[in-house]
């Protein structure tokens, strides 16, 4: 493919359906899910819903119909806008502990609130760390560890009513993380 047909088909989509749009978003976009077509884009307290309409897209931001249609090339810019917009001054995402679905000693695997999978290379957050063996800071005053990656700091924050619950699986997490051959920093 030469390269301006690389550029015209950067800059002019054409979705068959919203499904194509939605693989399309997904490669750039973290927190995105489709539930009975429609896109569902999530950044802390804002929502964008992207539905196909006859002329194209219809936006929804925070449940509120936005006006105008969107066609194929504008509403994925539009989202991917929305996206950067959000993630300004953005320096950290904060999860819940109970997401990781399991931990290995090249790092953590943790899925997001639509179920998509996401890795934490060890290696990645040590080149980002104080050391060149920590990987994370954590505090358990605060029950959280943030990890050293290297757009923006993951923070695996400990949630629950019984304290020694959140202390079991934080000591799990801090025993995985030196098991692995990497340190964290304790800040508490």
């Known amino acids: 493919m030469k390269d ?12 068959k359906n919203v499904e194509e749009l939605y693989d399309d ?13 429609k896109i569902i884009i999530h950044y802390y307290s804002d929502t964008l819903d992207i539905e196909p309409c006859h002329l194209g897209y219809r936006t929804y931001l925070n449940g509120k119909k936005e ?4 066609e194929d090339q504008d509403i994925y810019f539009y989202a991917l806008e929305f996206v950067h917009e959000q993630q300004k001054g953005l320096t950290e995402l904060e999860i819940n502990d109970t997401s990781i679905i399991h931990i290995t000693n090249e790092g953590i695997t943790y899925a997001d609130e639509f179920d998509r999978k996401h890795f934490i290379s ?13 990987v994370a800071e954590r505090d358990i005053t605060k029950w959280y560890f943030k990890f050293y990656s290297s757009s923006i ?11 020694f619950k959140k202390r079991k699986r934080f000591e799990a997490l801090r025993q995985a993380i030196i098991d692995s051959g990497y340190t964290s920093y304790d800040l508490s």
């Open 122 to 134: 060890f290696e990645d957050c040590a080149i980002n760390g104080p050391t060149a063996s920590c």
């Open 153 to 163: 700091s993951i923070k695996f924050v400990f949630r629950g009513l019984f304290a």
């Open 67 to 70: 006006s105008g249609v969107w």
């Open 25 to 37: 978003l997904s490669d750039a976009i973290l927190n995105i899910g489709l539930e009975n077509n």
């Open 4 to 15: 301006n047909e690389k550029s015209y088909k950067a800059y002019h989509r054409n979705y």
